[in-house]
């Protein structure tokens, strides 16, 4: 079974190069840095230029820059930003002031530099143990349609990825591997008891009235970031485990959700921040993988295909190997 066509594929290639071999040479140009009603931004040609862009547009509503590896479009006014056609989401807008283009320091610092340059993420270190969590199991069985259960499709793509990543050489654990209910704290728990590790959390989706279709991966949200869908509460100030790894989480989430779209072919729903409990308390890089959505009516019927089963599942076996080799190597100094 085929899921995607040769130029989508083209346009995905550009990203995965520029994760396995960072193309952008950061110059020693200093930041242009604005204060904007309580929060600290950058200026876009500022970004152009510590990167290395040849050329910065407006085209309609998006500011593009782009050199021969690498083309972000930001949405100006918005938060969709789109690295080679693959889709983020900002934490803050881009905003237009006074003739500059500005991007949140958060968003620059925490997504688009460990995407540009995951060789200079400081906290990746080497892993050979993958943590692969199933969500839902036993009496929660998550998104339920006429063709089956979440749970049941979460353990499939589970079981199916732990053999391909076995035959990789990594260690993999299992948070369930049987249809059995585990709390977030035990699934939480499990995780960190491990060490040298990488932590997937694997659902399918459901809701958007059976309209809502496509990929969309979570990372923890930094602090001083809302979860997604709400907005900003004081406890979202806080520092918790996995943040220590945000810049790890982000570099992950990209190698996983490109490739899960370059292999599937499926609507881009872009990658985004949240505050599941899993991503809270894990200590490893963490992300939360939604492989397609269990409401509608075609993707449901996917979901509950074997083949598609095994394109996920191979998908985050290939993400995992390009995102090792992109972390661990390191640049000159």
């Not at 982000?250 to 996983?256: G, S």
Request: net charge positive; aromatic share 10%.
């Amino acid at each position: 079974m085929s899921f995607v066509s040769r130029s989508f594929r083209k346009s995905l290639l550009l990203l995965l190069g520029g994760l396995l071999f960072p193309a952008l040479t950061a110059s020693a140009a200093g930041w242009e840095t604005v204060r904007h009603d309580g929060r600290d931004y950058v200026t876009v040609r500022s970004i152009r230029k510590f990167y290395n862009f040849q050329s910065m547009k407006v085209t309609g509503s998006f500011l593009e820059l782009e050199n021969r590896a690498v083309k972000i479009k930001f949405t100006i006014g918005g938060q969709e930003v789109y690295m080679n056609n693959v889709k983020f989401v900002f934490s803050f807008k881009v905003l237009p002031l006074q003739g500059r283009y500005l991007v949140s320091r958060i968003d620059l610092g925490k997504l688009v530099d460990p995407v540009l340059r995951p060789s200079y993420i400081q906290t990746s270190n080497p892993f050979d143990t993958v943590i692969i969590d199933p969500g839902h199991g036993g009496n929660d069985p998550g998104a339920v349609n006429r063709h089956g259960k979440e749970a049941n499709y979460n353990l499939a793509v589970g079981r199916i990825l732990k053999q391909q990543l076995e035959a990789r050489g990594f260690k993999v654990i299992m948070t369930r591997n049987s249809d059995r209910f585990l709390s977030l704290t035990e699934r939480v728990d499990l995780a960190n008891r491990f060490q040298n590790a990488i932590f997937i959390s694997i659902h399918f989706n459901s809701g958007g009235r059976g309209r809502a279709q496509g990929i969309e991966t979570f990372t923890l949200s930094p602090a001083g970031v809302a979860h997604y869908g709400r907005g900003l509460r004081k406890d979202d100030f806080q520092l918790r485990n996995g943040n220590t790894q945000d810049s790890a989480n982000i570099a992950l989430a990209t190698a996983v959700h490109s490739t899960c779209l370059l292999k599937t072919g499926r609507p881009d729903r872009g990658i985004r921040r949240a505050r599941f409990s899993v991503l809270t308390g894990v200590r490893h890089p963490a992300i939360l993988l939604e492989g397609g959505f269990m409401s509608h009516s075609y993707e449901a019927r996917l979901i509950a295909n074997a083949t598609y089963q095994r394109t996920i599942a191979g998908a985050i076996t290939d993400a995992v190997m390009k995102y090792r080799l992109a972390t661990m190597r390191r640049p000159k100094r």
